[in-house]
């Protein structure tokens, strides 16, 4: 294991920085909801329409996310993650001036590839960025701040007079984008991405500032020679084609591959955002009549994703993932069966126990997919291939993203939430047995020590 002296004030910065990338995808998924309704009487927007506007931004993310792969190997992490905050900034203006449909779809779709580029750049950044004892921490700020994007746009959804001041909600994200920006100047490029560019003196500096590493010239070797070993198996492929299928499996990566993409695809497919983007809708049906006690309810959920997600960043890096996503796909089958008891049993009349059961869910999925999901993805792969072969992991999350959006209230409609809620359940089992048996342990092990793993 690499030695480290700890975390440095400067890693948290760029912790801090870096993140606001999970901030504004977190605020940016989260804030139509509310604006849902306005732009739908502002715009005369019909069914088909407003559908429109919910799930482009799932289209632009899964564009961004293979976009920002490529581009993060060859141009750097730090410039990818300027670029994230660019096309925020140009989505969040298109937003604020909307007078149309046209530039309100279009809004949403640049948006969306910010959010694509972000949600593979930030916790890819950090990971490099982080040393290894503090690296499931640090990685997780991505995640801290993507629930506390949420929960800001559930409060100002809830306080801001709407009607007339929608156009404010866009401006707060470009004002976070245009500080990222901005930030990002007084960042470093990552260390590992430099020695892979055989930028060895710069990253040696880095290192020193960043990580804080006591050994960095046996940090720098092993990551030198990790990628060279990959390099050379891929050789014909990292400069001609994107992936060589044939050296990929050479490397004994298919593993590491069938577990990136896997975790990324049970992330959304144990039905957070049925929860998430549902929420008031689902509340409603089950006894919280009124608008405000439903919103209230949905700020409680929120409040509750932070709160749990800080507390796995304190356990992550000593318990390690492994325990703790097991802990956490227990805990969403309680809640999940619970709730679908209330859907099943209830009739209107059991709505605190759903609220409960919601509860209890969201805790245990920010402790353990929610924040592990990216650490691990963010981990497993090595350095010459690593951003591209992450963005096959998130374009699986956004795709089964805009699975689960898509089909959650067709199905609720035609058999009820009860069944829902159930098959979420039976998926959240089956979850169990997959990190069980395929998840590695990856506390503790410097990144070329995981790349390593998987070719034994
Ligand atoms: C997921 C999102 C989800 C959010 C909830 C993220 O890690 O990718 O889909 O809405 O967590 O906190």
Avoid at 98 to 126: A, E, K, M, N, Q
Wanted: with cysteine; proline share 2%; charged share 10%.
């Amino acid at each position: 294991m690499q030695k480290s002296k700890g975390i440095t004030l400067y890693a948290m910065m760029i912790a801090f920085i870096g993140s606001i990338g999970g901030l504004l995808f977190g605020y940016n998924t989260g804030v139509i909801a509310g604006t849902l309704i306005i732009f739908s009487e502002l715009f005369q927007l019909t069914l088909a329409q407003k559908a429109n506007v919910v799930s482009i931004l799932i289209l632009g993310a899964l564009i961004g996310a293979i976009g920002a792969g490529f581009i993060s190997d060859r141009m750097g992490r730090k410039k990818t993650v300027m670029m994230s905050a660019v096309i925020y900034l140009i989505g969040g203006t298109l937003l604020t001036f909307s007078h149309s449909v046209t530039t309100l779809v279009i809004g949403r779709f640049v948006t969306g590839l910010g959010v694509g580029f972000g949600s593979l750049i930030v916790p890819l950044y950090l990971s490099e960025i982080a040393p290894t004892k503090y690296r499931g921490a640090l990685v997780s700020t991505n995640q801290l701040m993507i629930t506390s994007g949420f929960l800001l746009s559930f409060i100002l959804n809830a306080v801001l007079d709407l009607e007339n001041m929608w156009r404010w909600l866009f401006i707060v994200s470009c004002s976070f984008a245009f500080v990222q920006f901005i930030g990002m100047f007084f960042l470093p490029e990552s260390p590992n991405w430099l020695i892979g560019q055989n930028k060895i003196d710069q990253a040696r500096t880095i290192l020193k500032d960043v990580r804080g590493d006591s050994d960095v010239e046996e940090v720098i070797q092993s990551v030198k020679k990790a990628d060279e070993a990959t390099k050379s198996s891929l050789s014909l492929t990292v400069k001609k084609t994107p992936l060589c299928v044939g050296g990929f499996l050479k490397q004994g990566l298919l593993g590491a591959l069938v577990v990136g993409v896997g975790i990324s695809m049970i992330q959304q497919l144990t039905g957070i955002n049925a929860i998430f983007y549902y929420a008031p809708t689902i509340f409603r049906e089950v006894g919280f009549i009124t608008h405000s006690t439903a919103m209230l309810a949905t700020i409680s959920l929120g409040l509750i994703n932070v709160l749990a997600t800080i507390f796995a960043m304190w356990l992550i890096d000593i318990k390690g993932r492994r325990p703790l996503l097991l802990t956490g796909l227990s805990g969403m089958f309680i809640g999940l069966v619970s709730l679908a008891f209330c859907f099943l049993f209830g009739k209107g009349d059991l709505s605190w126990l759903s609220l409960i059961s919601a509860l209890f869910y969201v805790f245990f999925f920010a402790i353990s997919l929610g924040p592990i999901t990216w650490v691990i993805i963010s981990e497993i792969f090595p350095l010459a291939v690593r951003g591209r072969v992450m963005s096959i992991c998130i374009f699986s999350n956004w795709a089964m993203n805009y699975l689960v959006s898509l089909t959650f209230l067709p199905i609720t409609k035609s058999f009820g939430g009860g069944v829902a809620f159930l098959m979420f359940a039976l998926i959240t089992a089956i979850s169990f047995f997959f990190v069980y048996y395929r998840v590695p342990e990856t506390r503790g092990k410097s990144l070329e020590e995981i790349a390593n793993f998987w070719k034994k």
